[in-house]
């Protein structure tokens, strides 16, 4: 009763178990897709990352996807080595190779490359970068809402590990999420520096309180695509809408709350540090954002 939930649990599909992954440009079954052990990616969590959905034959959001992706590349200096149609045509083939055609979901990977020895300076990665495309089968399927934990881990400054950079160095998340999970809960609920709610150790977080719909300033998390896009639905559909400060007090007394990813869209919360919040179900604005957002993924991204 008390087992774990993820929030990226899905539908077990048996057709994962021969899915073909991209690296470098040629693909592997997935028992043969190895990268070397040298990999900057795998020695130093030295890469960055996108997590991509297909929804009925199209990459959900695909620009602001590879916006992130080439500003991350950018910002830890990483050549990708493609441009952004190169980038988009090694998702095609993926895709067609996995005969994909819709709920399936794309981790696109880059590290620095592999390195001469097994030290840290970048100058060592001197065979790179690293690309690799892991796309599955995935129809997201959760037995029930999202328990939360506060935990000691905390949301950086941009001057340490920028939160807005999707590392392959997900360490302080992960710490966070194995707190969350030693306290009973699913999921971490990670505050900023000065005490704010900020976001989770995966996803971003949404509260609903007296039928307004609040999400932290976003300056210490992920810039969540899917954070967006709720931000714009609500707006668009006349919900208020506020990217603000709040605390514990008023996330326990919240009538509704939601994480925001790409993969679980909107996940519902139940429960918090041992509070149950609203009903412990999935509250009527969740619901409606969440109609709002798959009428949005189905309009090709056009509110
Ligand atoms: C820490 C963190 N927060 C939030 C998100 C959700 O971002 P998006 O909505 O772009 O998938 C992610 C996903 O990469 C993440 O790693």
Same mark, same amino acid.
């Given at each position: 009763m008390n087992e774990t939930v993820t929030t990226h649990q899905s539908e077990d599909d048996?057709?994962?178990?021969?899915?073909?992954?991209?690296?470098?440009?040629?693909?592997?079954?997935?028992?043969?897709a190895r990268v070397s052990v040298f990999d900057s990616g795998f020695m130093l969590g030295d890469g960055i990352w996108e997590g991509l959905r297909l929804y009925d034959g199209r990459w959900a959001f695909l620009d602001d996807h590879l916006d992130r992706l080439f500003e991350a590349a950018r910002a830890v200096d990483i050549d990708i080595g493609l441009d952004r149609d190169g980038v988009m045509s090694a998702l095609e083939e993926t895709r067609a190779a996995n005969g994909m055609e819709t709920d399936a979901h794309a981790r696109l990977m880059?590290?620095?490359?592999?390195?001469?020895?097994?030290?840290?300076?970048?100058?060592?990665?001197?065979?790179?970068?690293?690309?690799?495309?892991?796309?599955?089968?995935?129809?997201?399927?959760?037995?029930?809402?999202?328990?939360?934990?506060?935990?000691?881990?905390?949301?950086?400054?941009?001057?340490?590990?920028?939160?807005?950079?999707?590392?392959?160095?997900?360490?302080? /998340?992960?710490?966070? /999420?194995i707190a969350a999970e030693k306290a009973g809960a699913d999921e971490a609920l990670m505050l900023d520096i000065h005490g704010f709610v900020n976001t989770t150790n995966a996803c971003n977080f949404f509260i609903v309180r007296r039928g307004e719909v609040w999400t932290s300033t976003g300056d210490y998390c992920m810039n969540g695509i899917t954070r967006?896009?709720?931000?714009?639905?609500?707006?668009?559909?006349g919900i208020?809408?506020?990217?603000?400060?709040?605390s514990l007090v008023e996330?326990?007394?919240?009538?509704?709350?939601?994480?925001?990813g790409t993969f679980g869209a909107q996940t519902?919360?139940?429960?918090?540090?041992?509070r149950t919040i609203g009903t412990g179900e999935i509250g009527p604005i969740t619901t409606r954002i969440r109609e709002l957002y798959k009428d949005l993924v189905a309009s090709g991204g056009r509110a």
């Open positions: 048996p057709r994962n178990a021969d899915i073909r992954i991209w690296i470098d440009g040629t693909l592997h079954h997935r028992d043969a880059v590290t620095r490359g592999v390195k001469a020895r097994p030290f840290q300076h970048p100058a060592l990665s001197q065979q790179g970068p690293t690309v690799v495309i892991l796309m599955e089968h995935s129809v997201p399927r959760l037995p029930r809402p999202i328990r939360l934990a506060t935990v000691p881990h905390i949301r950086g400054l941009p001057m340490t590990q920028d939160p807005k950079l999707n590392s392959h160095s997900k360490l302080n /998340c992960i710490l966070a /999420c967006a896009k709720v931000i714009e639905v609500c707006r668009a559909a208020p809408v506020r990217e603000k400060n709040f996330t326990y007394g919240a009538d509704e709350a939601f994480l925001t519902p919360v139940s429960e918090i540090d041992g």
